[in-house]
C-alpha cells in the first residue's frame, strides 16, 4: 500500500516541476514583451518569497519549520555569498531571457556539470569519474553544434547565459568551501528568510543602474497601471508557491537527488515547448544538437546520484565496522576542519592516508591524497 508520504512527494514532485517550467516560460513572455525589466522583476519576485517565508516561520507548525538562529556575526558575513550567488544566477539568466530564445538558453544551462566539474578542480582538486567526463564531453559537442548552428543566436544573450551558469557554479563551490557542513543546519526557509531581502535590494540597484526604472514607467503607461500591477503579481505568486512547494519537498529523504536528475526532462520539456509559445527556427541539426547534450545530461545525472550513493554506502561501511567491537583493525577514523571544509582521515597500517570532500551539490565526486 502507498503510503501518504510518498503520495505528497509526488504531488510536490509534480507542482516544483510544473511550475518551474511555467515559470520560466511566463518570464520569457514578460521579458521579451511587456515588461523588458527582467532585473526589477526578479527584484519584486525576491519580495514575494520573503513575505511567503515570513508567513511560515509565523504560521506553521514547529516540527514543519522553526527558524535556525545565525551563530555569530561573521557566520552572517558569509551568508552574503548566497545573495551573490542569487544575483549571478538568476539576474544574468533572467536578463539573457531578454536577448535570447528560450531553447538556446536552456541548452547553454545544460552545460553546469561541466562549468561545475571545472570549477571544483580549480578551488577543490576534485576530478569526477571518467564515465561523467565522458558524458561531459557530449554535452559540450551537442551545445556547440546547437550554437553553431542556430539562426536565433544572439551574442548578448549567449554571453550573459553562460555568465549565469558560470556564477552559479563559482558561488556553490564557494559556499561549499566557505560553510562546510554548517550550511546543512540552514533549510530552505531559512535562505528564504535571511537572504531575499539583501538580493532585492541589490537587484534594485543594479536595475537602477541599467536605466530599467524608466522601462517600468513606460509599460506602466503603456499596459496602465492595474494590467502592470497584474503582471507583476502572478509572476511572483507563481515564484512565491514553487520556494515554498520546493523548500517543503526537500525536507523529504532523497528528493534532492530525483530533482537534480529531473532538470534534464525540465530542459527538454522547455525546449519543446518554446516552440509552441514562441517564434524560433528549427533545423535537423538543432534537434541532433539537442538530443545528444539532454541525454548526455540525463546520463550524467544519474552518474553523479550513483557515485554519491556509492561514497555514502561505503562511509556507513566503514563508520559501523570502526565503532564495533571489531578489535582486529588498527585502523582510526577522525574528522576534523581544515579551510573551512569538512574531511575524513583514515589512518591504517596497509593504506595511505586519504582525504575524503564532502560535496553540498552533489554533483561532483572525487579524493585527494597529498
Known amino acids: 500500500m502507498i503510503r501518504r508520504e510518498e503520495i505528497l512527494k509526488a504531488i510536490l514532485f509534480l507542482i516544483c516541476f510544473c511550475e518551474s517550467i511555467a515559470l520560466t516560460i511566463y518570464n520569457k513572455y514578460l521579458f521579451s514583451g511587456p515588461i523588458k525589466a527582467p532585473l526589477f522583476v526578479t527584484a519584486v519576485y525576491q519580495v514575494f518569497c520573503f513575505i511567503g517565508a515570513v508567513l511560515v516561520w509565523g504560521f506553521s507548525r514547529r516540527e514543519f519549520y522553526t527558524r535556525t538562529k545565525i551563530p555569530s556575526h561573521f557566520f552572517l558575513l558569509r551568508l552574503a555569498l548566497f545573495p551573490i550567488g542569487i544575483l549571478l544566477n538568476s539576474g544574468l539568466n533572467n536578463l539573457s531571457l531578454k536577448y535570447l530564445v528560450l531553447d538556446l538558453n536552456q541548452l547553454i544551462r545544460l552545460c553546469s556539470p561541466v562549468i561545475l566539474t571545472i570549477t571544483s578542480c580549480i578551488f577543490m582538486r576534485k576530478v569526477p569519474a571518467y564515465p561523467q567526463i565522458i558524458s561531459q564531453y557530449i554535452i559540450v559537442t551537442g551545445v556547440s553544434l546547437g550554437l553553431a548552428t542556430s539562426y536565433n543566436l544572439n551574442v548578448t544573450g549567449m554571453a550573459l547565459c553562460f555568465g549565469s551558469v558560470v556564477g552559479r557554479c563559482v558561488s556553490l563551490v564557494l559556499r561549499g568551501l566557505s560553510f562546510g557542513n554548517n550550511s546543512s543546519r540552514f533549510n530552505m526557509f531559512d535562505i528564504l528568510l535571511y537572504v531575499t531581502v539583501p538580493t532585492a535590494a541589490l537587484l534594485s540597484i543594479w536595475s537602477l543602474l541599467m536605466g530599467e526604472y524608466e522601462v517600468i514607467l513606460e509599460a506602466a503607461q503603456t499596459l496602465g497601471q492595474k494590467k502592470l500591477f497584474l503582471l507583476l503579481l502572478i509572476g511572483g505568486m507563481i515564484s512565491l508557491s514553487y520556494n515554498i512547494a520546493t523548500a517543503t ?76 567491537d571489531d578489535t582486529k583493525h588498527t585502523s582510526e577514523r577522525k574528522q576534523f576542519i581544515i579551510d573551512g571544509k569538512t574531511r575524513e582521515r583514515r589512518t591504517s597500517e596497509e593504506s595511505a592516508r586519504t582525504f575524503t570532500f564532502s560535496d553540498t551539490d552533489g554533483s561532483i565526486t572525487g579524493s585527494r591524497y597529498p
Open 249 to 324: 519537498l526537500v525536507k523529504f529523504p532523497a528528493t534532492k537527488q530525483l530533482y537534480q536528475i529531473s532538470g534534464g526532462v525540465r530542459a527538454a520539456v522547455l525546449i519543446v515547448l518554446s516552440f509552441f509559445f514562441f517564434t524560433q527556427e528549427l533545423s535537423s541539426l538543432l534537434v541532433v544538437s539537442y538530443s545528444l547534450a539532454v541525454s548526455a545530461f540525463l546520463v550524467n545525472s544519474f552518474l553523479s546520484q550513483k557515485e554519491n550513493g556509492r561514497r555514502l554506502h561505503r562511509r556507513v561501511n566503514i563508520s559501523r565496522l570502526y565503532d564495533g
